[in-house]
C-alpha cells in the first residue's frame, strides 16, 4: 500500500492509501464521535455520527467508510462537521429514552458521553417517543431494546465474529426493532460480547441488572482462568464481591472478545455453598473450629495416617495458580512424596500423554488447513475457535474427527464421524496414506493397518496444506489409548509439515505442568493413588464427585475410615463434608494474587480483585503455613510474588512421547464419551447460576446412534447413566456421547 | 409524440415479439451478434445521443457506461431497475406493458458493451401484468434464439432473468435493489465502492432505468444524432412524462424534450373548469415543487427545470390546482416518506417520523408557531446526511412547500384549518349565489 499524505484538522499526516479517515485520525488521538463504528466488526456506516467534513466534497462525509486518498483535507470539527454531528446527535436523542438514572449502562454510555459534547441541553422533540417491546434474548443479556440506537454493532458481531444469525433489523423506518429471529435466545458460546459492544443500555449483563452503578464498582485488571487462553478481564467489585467482568483489550491473547464462560463464572463466588471457615470432622461430626486448631489437625492427621512420606497423594484441580501449585509440590517432594497430579480425569496416565502445541494463538488465524481432532473447540475453548473461525474466514479449510458431528460456527470439509476405539486405527491410516504419499519407508508396523478413501482425503489436505495446524482437544482425555495417539498425532504432524495445537488440558494446566504438578518415576499418579495404598490425602479445589475420571471410586476411597482427606476448598457441600476430614476454606477466583500460563506459555500475573468472603484465606498462604508447621525448609515467602518468580525459574518436568505402549480398550464393544458441558468444568463455572440457565448451560443429552441404542435397547429420552437419551444420525456407531452437567458417572 | 419507447403503442399486440421485429426491433442486437458492431462505438453513439439516466438522477448513459471495466475478469451484470415507485410516476410500467423488447434488447446491448453475461430485471412488486408482460418477453426472446448462451454459435452470451421485488420504495435506490436482488433486506450500501466497480455479488454491475435501455435499441438504430435533434442541447431525445393529480386527462406522454409545460398539461387536457392552477411538481414526489408562474414559463427538459428551481427527475408531473391544500399534502408526502423509511441511518429513520409527526399534528390543529422553523431545521438537518438520497427526498418538500406556501401553513397553526377551505368554500357561496 502506498503512503499518502492528508491533513486533518490541520495536522499534516501520512497513512496509507485506502485506509478509512477514522482509524487515521484514532491513531493519532483525533477525537471522531461514533456509535456504530468497531474496529473490529465491519464498517456499517449506519448511525452518522462520524460525519466530517472533506475540502471539495459538498456533503459530510462518514470518516468510517470513507477511505483516504491524496491530499485530502479534513475537518472533524469545522461548523459544517459540527453541524452534521449535533444533527445526528439530536435525531440519536428524540427517541432514545432519557431514564440513564435507572439504566445499567449509565456512567459507561457511549451516548451518553457523547451527549455531553454534542448534544443539547434542550430538546425540541415534542412528539410521543418510540417504545419497543422486548422479546428477551436469554439468560445472559438483558434487553431493554427501547433504548437502542439501531447501530446493529450487536448484529455485526453475531454475524462476523460469533458466526450467528440471530440478530437483526426487522421492520423498517422508525419501525426498526434490532430483535432475534427467534425467540429462544442467543446460542453463543460468546453472546456476552453483544453487551459490551452495545454502545447504550440497550443490551446489558442480565445477572448484574441494579446490582451497582459503575462508577460505585472497583476495577482491576484479572485474567480469567477457565481456558487455555487466559483472557483479559477486568474484574468489578462493590462492596467486596465481585459483580461483573468485563472483557479487557490485548490483542495477542483474546483480542477485544471474551468468552460467556469467563464473563459470567464470576456468580460462582457469591454462591451458597462457600466455605467460610475451618472444620474438622470429630468423630462423624463436623466442628467448626479457628484456623490454629485446623491446622493442627490436619498436619497431625497426615503424619499419622501417612506412616510413610509416600503414603501421602497430593491432588489438586487444573484451576489453582501457578503459585498454588508449585507450593502444593513443593510441600509434597519436601515432605518426600511423589504422588503428586492435576490429571484426574484422564482415562490414561501412562508417560507420555504430553505433548506441546507449535503454534500460537495469533498463527492460527492464519492457517490454511486445521484438523480438528476429538474436540468442539467452540465451546471448550472458544476463543481458539474463534482464531479457527477467522482462519476459515480467509480461506482455511477444516477436517474434523469426533465422536459427534458439531455444531462448528464455521465450515467443515469433511466430518469424520469416528468412535473413541476407532480413533486410532483412523489416525494409523491417515499416517499411513501420509507415508505413501510422500514415498517415505513405510514403518513395518503401519503395514497392516487398514486404509480407507475418507482417510486418505484427510491425508491428502494435512500434505497440500502449506501452514496447517493439527488441533488436539480435550475429549482425548477420556481415551485409554490416548498415549498412543499423541504420539501418532505427532508422527502426522511431523510427515505432513503441520503446527500442533495441544488443548487437550484446560485451565491452568500449563502451570501445573511448568513447575512440575504430575509424578516423576518413584510417584504414582492420579489413577494409582485411588487404587493403592496411599492412606492421607491432600486435596486443592478438588470436587471429588466431579472431578475425578471415576469419581464413584474417588469418593469410595476418601470415605473410609482410614483415609485422612485435608481439603482446601473454596466450597463445601455434600460430596466435600461425605470425603473430607478437614475443611480447610481457600480462597476462589478472583480472591487471591497469582500467575495463570496460557497457551502461548505467556505468564500472565494478577493481583486479588476482592477479598475472600468468611474466614477462608489464599492457597498460597495455607500451604505456606501448612509447610512450616510440617517444619519444611524453603517456604519462607512474604507475597505471591516471590513465589511466582520461584515457580518460573524452575524447568518443566519433561515427559517424553513414547508411544509403544497401546492400551486396550475393555472388552465391551461400545465405549462412552463423558464430556461436561462447558459451563460445567469447574467448581466456580458450576455455581454460576445465569450460565447454568443459558441455553448452553442447559446442554444435558447423551447422543447415540440408532444402531447403537438398538444394541443397548435405549430409546429417545430414556436415561444413560442418568442422563437423557438422544438419538442421532451424527454420532459414530458404538459409542456414546454425553454431553452433560452432571456429576461423571461410569 | 410516441417516437421511441413508446413507438408500438398504437400498433396491434404492441408489446409481441412480431409487432416489435416488424418496426425494426432487434436490428441493432443481430448486428451486433453479427458481429457488425463494436462496444466503443455504441458508447460513442449514446454519448452522441445525449441520452441521460431517465430513472431521475440523469446522469449521461453513453459516459456511465464507459466507466465500467468491461476488461476486468469475473462475472460482471447488468441491472435494470424497474422497481418504479416514486409518488407520481408510472411510465416505466407502461414501456414494460406494451413494450418490453425494446428493454430486453437495450439490456442485452448493455451485456454487450460491459461484457456481462447476465442480466436481471428488477421488477416492483405491485407490478403483476407488466411482469407477466416481460416475462412472456423474455420467453419469446429466448426462442427466437435472441437470449441465451453463445448466440448464433458466436461467442456473445446474455441471459436475462426477471425478478419481482416486494413493494419497499428503497429498492428503487440502486444499491438497496442490488441487496434485495441478492435476498437480503432492502437497504441501501454506503459509497463508495460504487456499483461499476463492486456492485451485485460484489461484482461490476451497470444498473439503468427501464426507459433508459428501452431508448437504447431505438438511439443505435437510428443514430444519436437522430435522438439528440429531436431534444434540446443538454437534453437530447424524448422524455416520457407521467402527468397526474389536477388535470382531465391523467396519462404518461412520450414529449420531446424541451416541451413547454403548457404543451404537456395541454396534451393533459388541462384542469377541470373554473379551476386555477396552483403548483406543479414537475419531476416525482422527492423534487421541489414550483408555483403556477414558475411552472407555465418553463419547457420540460433538465436545463429550464432545474432554473426554475426543480428536477426533470423521473419526468412525473403532479398537477395542483387551487381546490389543494398544501398543508395536507405535504403531511400525505412525509408520510410517505416517513413509511418508506429503510431505518438504516439515523437521520432519515429519525427524522422522516419526526417531520410527518409535526405535520400531522398542524393537519390536527394542534400546531405551533415555531413548528414552521422546526420543520425547516428538521429537513436541513437531515439534508445531506443519510446514506441514500431518501433522506433527502423526505427534506426537499418540506423545504420547498413551506417556501412557496409558507402563508398557508401558518393561516392552518393559526386557524387549526386549511386556508383553502375557506377560500373555496367562499368561490361556491359566490358561484351559488
Not at chain 1, 470425603?579 to 497457551?599: K, Q
Not at chain 2, 444519436?224 to 443538454?234: H, P, R
Not at chain 2, 418508506?340 to 437521520?347: A, H
Request: proline share 4%; with cysteine.
Amino acid at each position: 500500500m502506498s503512503e499518502i499524505e492528508i491533513e486533518i484538522d490541520g495536522q499534516l499526516l501520512s497513512a496509507n492509501q485506502g485506509d478509512s479517515i477514522i482509524t487515521i485520525a484514532d491513531r493519532e488521538g483525533i477525537e471522531v464521535p461514533r456509535f456504530c463504528y468497531h474496529k473490529k466488526l465491519s464498517v456499517a456506516a449506519n448511525c452518522r455520527m462520524c460525519l466530517v467534513d472533506i475540502e471539495g466534497v459538498p456533503k459530510a462525509q462518514p470518516a468510517c467508510s470513507t477511505p483516504a486518498a491524496s491530499g485530502m483535507k479534513i475537518h472533524t470539527k469545522n461548523d459544517k462537521a459540527k453541524f452534521a454531528q449535533k444533527a445526528v446527535m439530536e435525531f440519536l436523542l428524540i427517541n432514545h429514552p432519557l431514564d440513564c438514572p435507572i439504566c445499567d449502562q449509565g456512567g459507561e454510555c457511549e451516548l451518553q458521553d457523547v451527549a455531553m459534547e454534542y448534544g443539547s441541553d434542550v430538546s425540541k422533540f415534542n412528539e410521543g417517543k418510540r417504545i419497543v417491546p422486548d422479546k428477551g434474548i436469554g439468560a445472559l443479556i438483558q434487553t431493554d431494546m427501547t433504548r437502542c440506537i439501531h447501530c446493529t454493532r450487536c448484529v455485526r458481531f453475531g454475524a462476523e465474529v460469533a458466526g450467528i444469525v440471530e440478530m437483526g433489523g426487522t421492520g423498517r423506518g422508525e419501525g426498526v426493532k434490532i430483535e432475534p429471529f427467534l425467540t429462544e435466545g442467543i446460542q453463543s458460546e460468546l453472546s456476552g460480547n453483544m453487551i459490551d459492544v452495545c454502545p447504550v443500555g440497550a443490551l446489558t449483563s442480565k445477572p448484574f441488572r441494579y446490582e451497582a452503578r459503575t462508577w460505585q464498582m472497583n476495577a482491576v485488571q484479572s485474567v480469567a482462568r477457565h481456558d487455555l487462553v487466559g483472557s483479559n478481564i477486568f474484574t468489578q467489585s462493590y462492596r467486596g464481591k465481585v459483580k461483573r467482568v468485563v472483557a479487557r483489550d490485548n490483542d495477542s491473547v483474546n483480542e477485544t472478545w471474551i468468552s460467556d464462560r469467563d464473563r459470567f463464572s464470576y456468580e460462582g463466588l457469591n454462591h451458597e455453598s462457600r466455605s467460610l471457615k475451618p472444620k474438622v470432622k470429630k468423630n462423624g461430626e463436623w466442628l467448626e473450629v479457628d484456623w490454629q486448631e485446623a491446622l493442627a489437625f490436619a498436619i497431625e492427621g497426615i503424619k499419622n495416617n501417612a506412616e510413610r512420606p509416600e503414603q501421602l497423594g497430593v491432588l489438586a484441580s487444573k484451576n489453582a495458580s501457578l503459585e498454588e501449585y508449585y507450593l502444593m509440590q513443593k510441600l509434597a517432594r519436601s515432605f518426600g512424596t511423589e504422588n503428586i497430579d492435576f490429571r484426574l480425569d484422564h482415562a490414561n496416565l501412562s508417560p507420555g500423554s504430553s505433548m506441546d502445541s507449535s503454534i500460537t494463538l495469533s498463527e492460527i488465524e492464519s492457517v490454511d488447513h486445521a484438523l480438528i481432532l476429538s474436540s468442539y473447540t467452540r465451546l471448550e475453548q472458544p476463543m481458539i475457535n474463534h482464531r479457527i473461525r477467522k482462519a476459515v474466514i480467509n480461506g482455511a479449510t477444516v477436517n474434523t474427527i469426533n465422536s459427534k458431528k458439531f455444531d462448528f460456527n464455521f465450515k467443515t470439509k469433511i466430518d469424520l464421524l469416528t468412535a473413541p476405539q476407532a480413533l486410532l486405527p483412523a489416525l494409523q491410516s491417515i499416517l499411513k496414506s501420509l507415508y505413501l504419499k510422500t514415498k517415505a519407508d513405510l514403518p513395518e508396523q503401519l503395514s497392516k493397518v487398514n486404509s480407507s478413501d475418507e482417510h486418505d482425503k484427510i491425508a491428502n489436505d494435512l500434505i497440500a496444506s502449506e501452514n496447517g495446524v493439527i488441533v488436539l482437544g480435550e475429549h482425548l482425555k477420556s481415551n485409554p489409548s490416548n498415549s498412543v495417539i499423541i504420539s501418532t498425532v505427532s508422527q502426522i504432524a511431523q510427515i505432513s509439515n503441520s503446527k500442533i495445537a495441544n488443548l487437550t488440558l484446560s485451565g491452568n494446566a500449563h502451570s501445573a505442568e511448568k513447575v512440575g504438578f504430575i509424578p516423576t518415576n518413584q510417584g504414582m499418579n492420579a489413577a494409582s493413588m485411588l487404587t493403592e495404598s496411599c492412606k492421607a490425602f491432600l486435596l486443592m479445589d478438588v470436587d471429588s464427585q466431579y472431578d475425578f475420571f471415576n469419581p464413584k471410586l474417588a469418593m469410595d476411597l476418601f470415605n473410609k475410615d482410614d483415609v485422612f482427606v485435608v481439603s482446601l476448598t473454596s466450597f463445601e457441600d455434600q460430596s466435600t463434608l461425605l470425603s473430607a476430614d478437614v475443611i480447610l476454606p481457600m480462597a476462589s477466583f478472583y480472591e487471591t494474587s497469582g500467575t495463570h500460563i496460557n497457551f502461548d506459555g505467556i505468564a500472565q500475573s494478577f493481583s486479588a480483585s476482592v477479598k475472600s468472603p468468611g474466614d477462608s484465606k489464599p492457597g498460597w498462604k495455607i500451604i505456606k503455613v501448612m509447610a512450616d508447621l510440617l517444619e519444611l525448609e524453603g517456604f519462607s515467602f512474604v507475597d505471591s510474588s516471590q513465589v511466582a518468580e520461584e515457580a518460573l525459574l524452575s524447568s518443566k518436568v519433561q515427559t517424553q512421547i513414547n508411544g509403544s505402549i497401546a492400551e486396550s480398550f475393555e472388552d465391551s464393544d461400545i465405549t462412552t464419551l463423558w464430556q461436561y458441558a462447558p459451563y460445567a468444568i469447574d467448581n466456580v463455572t458450576r455455581r454460576a447460576k445465569a450460565l447454568q440457565e443459558s441455553n448452553i448451560g442447559k446442554i444435558n443429552s447423551a447422543y447415540i446412534a440408532k444402531s447403537t441404542a438398538k444394541k443397548l435397547s435405549l430409546s429417545q429420552d430414556d436415561l444413560y447413566l442418568g442422563v437423557p437419551v438422544s438419538i442421532s444420525d451424527d454420532v459414530a456407531e458404538d459409542c456414546v456421547f454425553v454431553h452433560t452437567s452432571q456429576a461423571r458417572r461410569v | 409524440m410516441n417516437e421511441v419507447c413508446f413507438k408500438n403503442i398504437d400498433k396491434e399486440n404492441p408489446a409481441s415479439l412480431a409487432t416489435y421485429e416488424a418496426h425494426g426491433g432487434y436490428k441493432v442486437w443481430r448486428k451486433i451478434l453479427n458481429g457488425e458492431m463494436t462496444p466503443d462505438e455504441i458508447i460513442a453513439e449514446l454519448k452522441t445521443s445525449g441520452l441521460r439516466g431517465r430513472g431521475g438522477a440523469g446522469f449521461p448513459t453513453g459516459l456511465k457506461w464507459s466507466f465500467m471495466p468491461r476488461n476486468q475478469e469475473g462475472q460482471k451484470y447488468v441491472v435494470c431497475n424497474s422497481d418504479e415507485g416514486e409518488p407520481g410516476t408510472c411510465h416505466d410500467r407502461d414501456i414494460l406493458r406494451y413494450n418490453p423488447h425494446s428493454v430486453i434488447e437495450g439490456m442485452a446491448i448493455a451485456g454487450f458493451v460491459m461484457n456481462a453475461s447476465v442480466g436481471y430485471n428488477y421488477i416492483r412488486g405491485e407490478f403483476m401484468e407488466p411482469y407477466y408482460r416481460f416475462e412472456e418477453g423474455l420467453k419469446d426472446a429466448y426462442e427466437a434464439g435472441l437470449l441465451g448462451k453463445n448466440l448464433k454459435g458466436g461467442s456473445v452470451s446474455f441471459d436475462l432473468y426477471t425478478h419481482l421485488g416486494a413493494g419497499a420504495y428503497i429498492c428503487g435506490e440502486e444499491t438497496a435493489l442490488l441487496e434485495s436482488l441478492e435476498g437480503k433486506k432492502g437497504q441501501p450500501r454506503f459509497k463508495p465502492p460504487f456499483p461499476a466497480n463492486v456492485g451485485l455479488y460484489g461484482k461490476p454491475t451497470t444498473i439503468n432505468n427501464t426507459e433508459t435501455f428501452a431508448s437504447v435499441p431505438e438511439i443505435l438504430s437510428r443514430g444519436g444524432q437522430w435522438f439528440a435533434d429531436l431534444g434540446v442541447e443538454n437534453s437530447g431525445g424524448t422524455k416520457c412524462f407521467s402527468v397526474t393529480g389536477n388535470v382531465k386527462k391523467p396519462a404518461n406522454f412520450e414529449v420531446p424534450m424541451g416541451t413547454p409545460f403548457s404543451k404537456l398539461l395541454e396534451l393533459a387536457g388541462g384542469l377541470k373548469e373554473g379551476r386555477k392552477l396552483k403548483a406543479v411538481i414537475p419531476g416525482g414526489s422527492s423534487t421541489p415543487i414550483l408555483t403556477a408562474d414558475t411552472a407555465m414559463q418553463m419547457t420540460m427538459d433538465y436545463d429550464s427545470i432545474a432554473n426554475a428551481g426543480s428536477m426533470l427527475g423521473a419526468g412525473s408531473v403532479i398537477v395542483m390546482d387551487d381546490t389543494t391544500c398544501m398543508v395536507k399534502t405535504l403531511t400525505r408526502l412525509a408520510h410517505f416518506y416517513y413509511d418508506e423509511s429503510c431505518g438504516q441511518c439515523t437521520p432519515c429513520r429519525e427524522g422522516t417520523g419526526w417531520l410527518y409527526r409535526m405535520l400531522q399534528r398542524i393537519l390536527d390543529g394542534n400546531g405551533k408557531k415555531e413548528d414552521l422553523d422546526l420543520l425547516l431545521s428538521v429537513g436541513e438537518k437531515i439534508m445531506g446526511n443519510t446514506i441514500c438520497a431518501l433522506g433527502d427526498a423526505a427534506a426537499t418538500p418540506v423545504e420547498s412547500f413551506i417556501k412557496h406556501f409558507r402563508e398557508e401553513f401558518e393561516y392552518y397553526i393559526e386557524h387549526g384549518r386549511s386556508m383553502v377551505e375557506v377560500e373555496h368554500n367562499l368561490i361556491e357561496e359566490v358561484a351559488s349565489v
